[in-house]
């Protein structure tokens, strides 16, 4: 009770029997007894906050086009492979005894990480440039053209309110209430058909992967994984030299598959890492690529390491913190020279090569490289932020 009193001086807060409905059901069954947390109550009762969020957005969105939001058959969009994937998960989850936590943990994470994480923030320069009149930034759908449309706007909006609705099917056992209200909202947009069948959420067929066979794409899914990497450490690089209006330039020094991955989704690295444009550059294999290879980054750039063979160089020119950045430097290079040796020690074990499988060799090995490189990076910074040295005359 003492620790209840002191994260909650002032009395738990309302959250709402969808809330804990879902927080009780995000719990593995291990027993007859749950070990329920408030802050987990709570934080099941700002998820809603965000699903309220998600769908007045997507309501704006579709009512100020008037979107002729067609069916689902007529939807296809290479990011719905997440959700295709979230509905996958479900499905498995149905007769296993933790059923109610292989529906949730996916549906929570495909919400919050893939809707409105990516997506989201992928579409919206591509709707408030169309809104201008602008050319739009390129969808994350069509992203590998690099040019925007009406008719690539209008999909946006389609593959929204699609991602929504379904989203919202899927999440209606758990969350009956709130979803029902949501789903309601939505279903205004498309008109009431005359089918009373229609009228409610409760009612309608729970979403099965069949389905959705046409938004399954493996290889685009499995792409933007590294997407994902890269924007994660431009954003940290972004944070460990001060920027927070800044949208500098980056160069991504990695190998020419890789490169064909980030020129395809190019447009939503640059709007996730809030870059103004990405340079790829190749030092080897730069003759198999489609495009020109871009020259070597400038010298002085802040480095960040994807893996052993992908690296950023974020350019800072001027505005940077030079003291407060090497100590930050200095504090990550033991970090990584504490995680280096003990990847390196686990290498030396007897009979490392007969007891350890040949996938987690490779893997180790990997990380060592990366982390050796990242280690010479940050040293080449740290020389170039405390200068030539000086020599007495």
């Known amino acids: 009770m003492e620790a209840q009193r002191k994260d909650f001086p002032k009395g738990i807060p309302e959250c709402g029997t969808d809330a804990l409905r879902f927080a009780l059901c995000s719990y593995k069954a291990q027993g007859e007894d749950i070990s329920l947390s408030v802050s987990q109550v709570l934080s099941c009762r700002h998820f ?78 591509v709707l ?26 209008q999909m946006v909006r389609v593959v929204l309110y699609h991602c929504v609705s379904v989203s919202l099917a899927l999440l209606s056992p758990f969350m009956p ?17 005359g089918d009373g069948a229609m009228a409610s959420l409760c ?31 431009a954003r940290s690089l972004r944070a ?33 890492g809030r870059i103004t444009k990405l340079h790829l550059h190749c030092p080897q294999g730069a003759g198999s690529l489609s495009f020109p290879s871009a020259p070597p980054p400038p010298k002085g750039s802040a480095v960040g390491v994807v893996d052993h063979s992908c690296q950023l160089h974020l350019n800072i020119q001027g505005g940077v913190n030079v003291s407060k950045l090497s100590l930050q430097l200095s504090q990550r290079r033991e970090k990584l020279l504490s995680k280096l040796e003990q990847s390196i020690s686990r290498t030396r074990v007897p009979n490392y090569l007969e007891k350890v499988p040949e996938r987690v060799r490779v893997e180790t090995e990997n990380k060592i490289s990366a982390l050796d490189q990242e280690l010479r990076n940050i040293e080449e910074q740290l020389s170039a932020l405390q200068g030539p040295p000086k020599h007495n005359n």
């Open 177 to 193: 209430f709130l979803t029902e209200e949501l789903w309601q909202r939505l279903h205004l947009l498309r008109g009431e058909g």
């Open 48 to 125: 809603c906050n965000k699903m309220w969020q998600t769908v007045r957005f997507t309501l704006g969105v579709v009512e100020d086009r008037g979107a002729e939001l067609g069916t689902l058959a007529q939807c296809v969009g290479n990011w719905c492979s997440r959700l295709y994937s979230t509905v996958l998960q479900c499905e498995g989850g149905f007769g296993e005894i933790r059923a109610p936590f292989c529906y949730c943990c996916p549906l929570h994470s495909f919400w919050l990480h893939s809707l409105c994480d990516i997506y989201l923030e992928c579409i919206k320069p």
């Open 203 to 233: 009612l309608q067929p729970y979403p099965q992967s069949a389905q959705l066979a046409h938004w399954h794409f493996p290889q685009e899914e499995a792409d933007f994984t590294l997407v994902q990497e890269v924007v994660r450490v």
């Open 128 to 153: 408030s440039q169309q809104d201008s009149g602008a050319g739009a930034l390129g969808q994350i759908d069509t992203v590998h053209t690099g040019r925007g449309s009406q008719r690539e706007s």
């Open 240 to 272: 460990q030299c001060g920027m927070t209006k800044e949208k500098p330039d980056m160069w991504a020094v990695c190998s020419p598959s890789q490169a064909q991955i980030l020129l395809h989704f190019d447009p939503a690295v640059r709007t996730l």
